[in-house]
């Protein structure tokens, strides 16, 4: 193995040993560690959610989960965060995604709780609101949904599906606007009159 993947594969274990010993009291306060930046390593999350190794997809779930503990976002920029270091790594589009919903209640009531892909469960509302993206190729909307502290989880495409099911129209700022409701927030989507436009 080149010396530079030794030295990554060396520099995983020591963050993999870190993350173990911080966790053992609960989740890891990564927006208490302050440690200096170690530079880049070589993992990536796909547009899809996947974490890549040196290009190869993490087909450990387990490691996956420690490592979606320690991440942090700052400004632009992901890091694996330990009490020791911190390693920037890249992230294609949004770090989680959001693979299951569970919609209970109805109306003023309604309250959304998504699953991501490292199992954690989020309900929709104060703290973690959803947003909706224009997509310029498609002219489609795509939705994210805070997760924490910066860090947002993509809704998948058939999920996205689900939302607008369940999409309503409400005033808005004196405007007619289409959206979803959750933990009593309304997250608008687009006006009614352009979904109008598109239906005829």
Not at 136 to 162: E, I, M, N, Q
Not at 165 to 176: C, D, F, W
Request: net charge neutral; glycine share 10%; with cysteine.
């Amino acid at each position: 193995m080149p010396a530079e993947g030794k030295t990554e594969n060396r520099a995983i274990e020591r963050m993999t040993e870190s993350i173990k010993a911080a966790s053992d009291k609960g989740p890891p306060p990564v927006h208490l560690w302050n440690p200096p930046d170690c530079g880049e390593i070589d993992i990536r999350i796909g547009a899809d959610g996947t974490w890549y190794y040196q290009k190869t997809p993490i087909g450990r779930p387990g490691l996956v989960r420690l490592f979606a503990s320690i991440l942090r976002r700052e400004g632009n920029r992901y890091y694996l965060v330990t009490p020791v270091e911190k390693c920037a790594i890249a992230v294609d589009d949004a770090p989680f995604m959001a693979v299951e919903m569970r919609d209970h209640g109805a109306g003023v009531a309604r309250r959304l709780t998504f699953r991501t892909n490292v199992d954690d469960w989020v309900e929709c509302g104060p703290g973690h609101p959803l947003r909706f993206e224009l997509q310029a190729c498609s002219g489609g909307l795509k939705p994210y949904l805070h997760v924490r502290r910066d860090l947002w989880a993509k809704v998948t495409r058939a999920l996205s599906f689900d939302l607008a099911a369940l999409g309503e129209t409400r005033s808005v700022g004196g405007a007619a606007m289409f959206g979803v409701a959750s933990g009593g927030e309304f997250y608008s989507m687009a006006r009614a009159e352009d979904l109008e436009a598109v239906g005829r």
